[in-house]
């Protein structure tokens, strides 16, 4: 079996960790530190991540997505399967190694899904994206890191706190949906979602869609 070759570190603005693209054959891992973050032969539940939610804006002309967490495309490819061509999908990126990669080594992965007219991606903290706009989302996906924990940096823990799902339900439309994708599951944050009036269901699949970890998608509707 090859081995793994590290190609590429891409540094974490803002005091967080480095992530480092690797390579063996025709495979791709992102990693920080010990931890997995994305394998490009595992992106099932992080396209269910965007097809689960996207189904439920089918009665909803010109929806407008929000994706935190570029990774290797999963969840952007799937989104713009499952929406009509009126959708917007913006794409925020904290990462500029990752947009980067995007568009070199990953390349063939994305398969030109960034020059999509739907899709507008930008280099920026999804929670600014998140705190700018009142009532404009219909959906907003989070798949920034392995769970609803900052592990990329302390400062994402305001993703997943009280305060900041009390801003996503502000920044959602009314019935809006937020998804989050997790390595494994958290009853405490399922329980914050709940307090704070999401209904919320919890989907367990294959990271394959047929074997490997079992992953955690979070479907949170906004009362």
């Not at 960790?17 to 025709?26: D, E, H, I, P, T």
């Not at 937020?178 to 494994?184: D, K, N, Q, R, Y």
Request: glycine residues 12%; proline residues 5%; aromatic residues 6%.
């Amino acid at each position: 079996m090859n081995a793994w070759v590290h190609l590429d570190t891409g540094l974490v603005p803002g005091g967080g960790k480095n992530l480092a693209l690797m390579q063996r054959g025709s495979e791709f891992s992102i990693v920080v530190g010990t931890i997995e973050l994305m394998n490009s032969t595992r992106g099932h539940s992080e396209e269910a991540l965007a097809s689960l939610t996207c189904q439920r804006l089918s009665d909803r002309p010109g929806a407008r997505v929000l994706i935190g967490g570029l990774g290797m495309g999963f969840t952007l490819r799937a989104a713009l399967r499952s929406l009509g061509a009126d959708a917007r999908i913006v794409v925020a990126e904290l990462v500029p190694a990752v947009a980067g990669w995007a568009r070199g080594p990953l390349a063939p992965l994305f398969d030109g899904c960034l020059d999509d007219p739907r899709v507008e991606l930008r280099e920026t903290d999804v929670n600014r994206l998140i705190q700018s706009e009142a009532g404009g989302w219909d959906a907003i996906l989070l798949d920034v890191d392995n769970g609803p924990e900052g592990l990329m940096r302390k400062s994402n823990n305001r993703l997943y706190d009280e305060w900041g799902l009390k801003r996503v339900d502000w920044a959602l439309k009314p019935g809006g949906i937020l998804g989050v994708w997790s390595g494994s599951p958290d009853r405490k944050f399922k329980a914050r979602l709940q307090r704070l009036g999401f209904t919320v269901d919890e989907v367990r699949l294959p990271a394959n869609g047929s074997s490997g970890p079992r992953h955690v998608v979070w479907l949170a509707t906004r009362p």
